[in-house]
């Protein structure tokens, strides 16, 4: 067996010698070693909210989350319908108002009728639950008041499917999380970021741009990869 050994942008290791270029890796890589660093999380979540004062023990992290999924998966047989009709139910005031605001931003393409909306067919209501069953988030950090979630972008763009109810990914992301937070009855703020390449393209990119306007991100919440490592460095330190 061959190994080949060597260093690259400060890994150790490389497999064949190769750079693995996938948003996963970067993410992981990066993000992982905050989970035994309680010092790590709590400096990450001051850097997103100044407010947010939680003891660092009281912070926790988790990668490419799904959690409308797994809050379904954890609930007994006669709750999982009863908790698909609180999705919805919370979900019936949101989609107009965005919908409306997605249309009058002039950032975005026409949207098709049933795109961020609820609509009295089953078919079309399986489609949204189906959107937020299956929305994964990133990066997500949990403190007693806030819930940070976490978009990463690496050598890629933010995606966009028409066919979707939910169209847009940040946005998704975003609905997901406050449908959630809202069906198990908790008060945390929902509290997006994005840490990628270059972050002056990606804080012109149409959604980021988007989430900003309407007050559901701050512009000080694009960071670059520079700066996560910075964290976890300082740790490790």
Not at 90 to 100: K, S, Y
Not at 128 to 157: M, R
């Amino acid at each position: 067996m061959v190994r080949i050994w060597m260093r690259r942008k400060g890994r150790d290791t490389v497999v064949l010698g190769i750079n693995n270029r996938t948003e996963n890796w970067k993410t992981a890589y990066e993000f992982a070693p905050l989970f035994s660093s309680v010092d790590a999380r709590r400096r990450l979540v001051q850097r997103l909210d100044e407010t947010d004062d939680s003891e660092a023990s009281a912070i926790h992290l988790e990668l490419f989350w799904k959690g409308t999924r797994d809050y379904l998966h954890g609930n007994s047989e006669d709750e999982v319908e009863k908790s698909r009709a609180s999705l919805l139910e919370h979900c019936a005031p949101m989609l107009p108002d965005i919908r409306c605001r997605i249309l009058t931003s002039k950032k975005f393409r026409s949207l098709k009728d049933d795109n961020y909306a609820l609509l009295p067919s089953p078919e079309s209501n399986k489609r949204l639950l189906d959107n937020l069953y299956n929305t994964e988030i990133d990066i997500v950090l949990e403190t007693p008041k806030s819930l940070f979630i976490g978009e990463a972008k690496h050598e890629a763009t933010f995606g966009a499917d028409g066919d979707l109810v939910l169209v847009h990914q940040l946005i998704r992301q975003y609905v997901m999380a406050e449908v959630l937070l809202k069906t198990i009855g908790s008060g945390k703020h929902v509290i997006p970021f994005v840490v990628g390449d270059k972050v002056d393209s990606i804080k012109n990119t149409h959604q980021v741009r988007f989430m900003i306007a309407q007050g559901w991100m701050k512009e000080r919440n694009v960071l670059d990869w520079k700066e996560v490592t910075a964290e976890r460095t300082c740790s490790a330190g």
